[in-house]
């Protein structure tokens, strides 16, 4: 059996090879590669191997074109759809298969929910996914990239415990909600009041970002102090936004409802609480360490979106509120990534970056660009970081 050094030694075989005879080579191929995207250098290729399609192509957050595709080409004689594309060595981006999709615009698309359902899927050559009850992602990963492990899955690595809690609120008024609260392996077992870090949109930390199980590995490691961790589930995309969005009465309820119950439940040291989020939850994040750095002492802000686009007005004033406020929280993470858009998320960051480098005197400030765009994958891929930095463990 023929042994192909990279997948253009295979190309270039088969394309030497007479139309009819190819199918062993792409058999061959599948079992001496059986897993992808094929990850060269600078290049990775990706394929589809399955009878029956028309058209094969592949979404990714790096294309600038609608729709967002790079199509792949048929290997003539066989089922083999393949196409090469470069990235950046330290890359690490959310992908699907899109198969015998129309190939329209998506911009403005009125059944782009339904069309995504029914044409775009996850590889199945590539066993690295986030899945979630929406929809479920590949993941690219290029050889400099983060590293991206299934956290659950880590050996000898002893485990926290998770409680689910029914919230309601009369400040933000909902009832119903979940509240998933991590305490660490031997929390029943110590008296030591432990720091608390908040982290909102507790949906996503609690499930497709690992939150429990990273902290398990960096507490086991020794990366990040012994901690409770409350992730706090949000609304439905309007109601978030809204909520989220400069709030006060968000800030009410984290600091008249939330925290007083977690701390009524929880030995909680009130000198070391933390605030965090993803998106516009890191927006809301901001808006509360802002208005009370004496209370919550560290920040994580993954992606805020504070530039051009919805809500920039307001946004731009949580800008100005870093320079202008006289305190700021001991300790601040921040992160973007590189393929989020410019104008919303990348320059604003790099502004703000600017702003809390002049203040380094005031806060311990870590600030990272990421090879990702906005998605799942690169929240999960940097929270161990800002966990890390926002909660280092003690001497």
Same mark, same amino acid.
């Given at each position: 059996? *023929?042994?192909?050094?990279s997948f253009e030694a295979f190309l270039k075989d088969a394309l030497n090879t007479a139309i009819e005879?190819?199918?062993?080579?792409?058999?061959?191929?599948?079992?001496?590669?059986?897993?992808?995207?094929?990850?060269?250098?600078?290049?990775?290729?990706?394929?589809?191997?399955?009878?029956?399609?028309?058209?094969?192509?592949?979404?990714?957050?790096?294309?600038?074109?609608?729709?967002?595709?790079?199509?792949?080409?048929?290997?003539?004689?066989?089922?083999?759809?393949?196409?090469?594309?470069?990235?950046?060595?330290?890359?690490?981006?959310?992908?699907?298969?899109?198969?015998?999709?129309?190939?329209?615009?998506?911009?403005?698309?009125?059944?782009?929910?339904?069309?995504?359902?029914?044409?775009?899927?996850?590889?199945?050559?590539?066993?690295?996914?986030?899945?979630?009850?929406?929809?479920?992602?590949?993941?690219?990963?290029?050889?400099?990239?983060?590293?991206?492990?299934?956290?659950?899955?880590?050996?000898?690595?002893?485990?926290?415990?998770?409680?689910?809690?029914?919230?309601?609120? *009369?400040?933000?008024?909902?009832?119903?909600?979940?509240?998933?609260?991590?305490?660490?392996?031997?929390?029943?077992?110590?008296?030591?009041?432990?720091?608390?870090?908040?982290?909102?949109?507790?949906?996503?930390?609690?499930?497709?970002?690992?939150?429990?199980?990273?902290?398990?590995?960096?507490?086991?490691?020794?990366?990040?102090?012994?901690?409770?961790?409350?992730?706090?589930?949000?609304?439905?995309?309007?109601?978030?936004?809204?909520?989220?969005?400069?709030?006060?009465?968000?800030?009410?309820?984290?600091?008249?409802?939330?925290?007083?119950?977690?701390?009524?439940?929880?030995?909680?040291?009130?000198?070391?609480?933390?605030?965090?989020?993803?998106?516009?939850?890191?927006?809301?994040?901001?808006?509360?360490?802002?208005?009370?750095?004496?209370?919550?002492?560290?920040?994580?802000?993954?992606?805020?979106?504070?530039?051009?686009?919805?809500?920039?007005?307001?946004?731009?004033?949580?800008?100005?509120?870093?320079?202008?406020?006289?305190?700021?929280?001991?300790?601040?993470?921040?992160?973007?990534?590189?393929?989020?858009?410019?104008?919303?998320?990348?320059?604003?960051?790099?502004?703000?970056?600017?702003?809390?480098?002049?203040?380094?005197?005031?806060?311990?400030?870590?600030?990272?660009?990421?090879?990702?765009?906005?998605?799942?994958?690169?929240?999960?891929?940097?929270?161990?970081?800002?966990?890390?930095?926002?909660?280092?463990?003690?001497?």
């Amino acid at each position: 059996m *023929t042994t192909w050094p990279s997948f253009e030694a295979f190309l270039k075989d088969a394309l030497n090879t007479a139309i009819e005879s190819r199918l062993p080579l792409v058999a061959n191929l599948l079992r001496q590669h059986p897993a992808f995207p094929w990850v060269e250098g600078d290049k990775a290729t990706f394929i589809y191997a399955r009878t029956g399609a028309q058209r094969v192509a592949i979404n990714l957050d790096t294309i600038r074109r609608d729709p967002p595709f790079v199509p792949l080409e048929n290997l003539a004689g066989t089922a083999l759809w393949y196409a090469t594309v470069q990235f950046q060595s330290d890359d690490l981006l959310d992908y699907m298969l899109v198969i015998d999709d129309p190939m329209t615009p998506v911009t403005g698309d009125p059944k782009i929910v339904e069309r995504v359902s029914q044409f775009w899927h996850t590889d199945p050559y590539n066993p690295t996914r986030i899945v979630t009850p929406q929809m479920s992602v590949s993941v690219l990963r290029m050889r400099d990239a983060r590293p991206f492990p299934d956290w659950s899955k880590l050996a000898r690595v002893p485990h926290g415990r998770v409680d689910e809690y029914p919230i309601k609120s *009369t400040q933000l008024n909902f009832s119903g909600r979940t509240c998933w609260v991590y305490t660490p392996p031997d929390y029943e077992t110590t008296f030591d009041p432990l720091p608390v870090m908040v982290l909102l949109d507790g949906e996503w930390a609690s499930g497709p970002l690992q939150t429990p199980a990273i902290v398990d590995a960096l507490i086991k490691h020794g990366k990040m102090s012994k901690a409770i961790v409350v992730m706090m589930q949000s609304g439905d995309q309007s109601a978030r936004d809204k909520m989220f969005l400069a709030n006060d009465r968000h800030y009410q309820f984290l600091t008249q409802e939330l925290l007083p119950f977690v701390q009524t439940e929880y030995r909680v040291d009130p000198a070391r609480i933390g605030i965090g989020g993803v998106g516009m939850g890191a927006v809301a994040a901001a808006h509360a360490a802002l208005k009370n750095p004496t209370l919550f002492s560290s920040l994580i802000m993954l992606s805020a979106p504070l530039g051009e686009g919805k809500s920039a007005a307001e946004l731009r004033q949580i800008m100005r509120r870093f320079d202008d406020t006289e305190r700021l929280p001991a300790r601040i993470f921040h992160s973007v990534g590189r393929y989020e858009s410019s104008a919303r998320f990348k320059k604003p960051a790099r502004e703000l970056r600017e702003i809390l480098n002049r203040r380094r005197t005031e806060t311990n400030y870590q600030y990272v660009e990421i090879g990702s765009g906005h998605s799942l994958v690169a929240f999960r891929s940097v929270l161990p970081e800002a966990l890390a930095w926002t909660i280092p463990p003690q001497e």
